[in-house]
């Protein structure tokens, strides 16, 4: 079993932390794929092992590596990121797994509209002072009132990535 996490107060480290996406479009046979260079965050290890915090990531900084595309991303269609810059996800809590592998539940927000997720996680490179959470799970963008789906390109889940390095806040 991996090492234990150190209890206290845990800030995500931006420049080693990286949150993608993934969406099949054109009736299936694109791939578009995405990464949010804006991610921060704080989390908490209580004694008993369990953790809380939140994981927010600023909307308008999706990357596809297409202008064009960004812009109709931060529209009203998608994250409507002038009315809704944040995406954020509120962990209620933990459970460890088996070895490096843990459950994490809280509600994912998206366009204002906060929904429960639950995904699993893989504990990396723990020490005393970081460690990173890797995971990746699926989401339905309709469930977030993203519905734009002209001649029905999009269909599916969007499948989201993460790896996120945590560093042990200063006392």
Sequence with gaps: MTAAVETGLWQLDPTASTVGLRHRTLWGLVTVKGAFTGV????????????TGIVTVDAATLDTKSAKRDVHLRSADFFDTDRHPE???????TERLDG???????RLTVRGVS?????????????AGALTLETEFSVDREQFG?????????????????ALRFTRAAA
Excluded: C, H, K, Y
């Design 40 to 51: 921060g965050g704080t989390g908490e290890v209580r004694p008993d092992g369990s953790a």
């Design 115 to 127: 929904r429960p997720l639950s995904l699993t996680a893989r504990l990396t490179g723990v020490s």
């Design 87 to 93: 995406i954020t996800f509120a962990v209620r809590g």
């Design 146 to 162: 993203m519905v734009w789906n002209q001649l029905g390109m999009m269909r599916g889940l969007t499948t989201v990535t993460a």
């Design 100 to 106: 490096d592998t843990v459950r994490v539940t809280g």
